[in-house]
C-alpha cells in the first residue's frame, strides 16, 4: 500500500475526467496538508504518484502548456 494511503486510512475519492468512459484515465485523489495524488486507473493495484500542492500546481500549467504532449507521427 502507498504511504500516502496508509497515512489517511480514510475512504480515498479518486477522481477522473469526465469524458474517461475507456478507463484509460489518470484517478486524482486531495489529502490533507495540501497534498494530491495521482493513479492509472487501467492499472488495479496501480503505483500512487504523490505532490504537494505546488507541484500539482506546477504540472497542470505545463500539462495545459503541452510540455509534455507527445510528438505527432510524420505526416504521409
Known sequence: MNEILRQNP???IWR???NCANGNCVAVAEFPGE???MRDTKV???????FTL???RT?????KA???DLPLP???
Open 16 to 18: 477522473t475526467a469526465r
Open 44 to 50: 488495479g493495484d496501480s503505483p500512487i504518484l504523490e
Open 66 to 68: 503541452g510540455l509534455y
Open 10 to 12: 480514510v475512504e480515498v
Open 54 to 56: 505546488p507541484q500539482w
Open 35 to 37: 497534498r494530491v495524488a
Open 74 to 76: 510524420p505526416q504521409k
Open 59 to 63: 504540472f497542470l500549467r505545463q500539462a
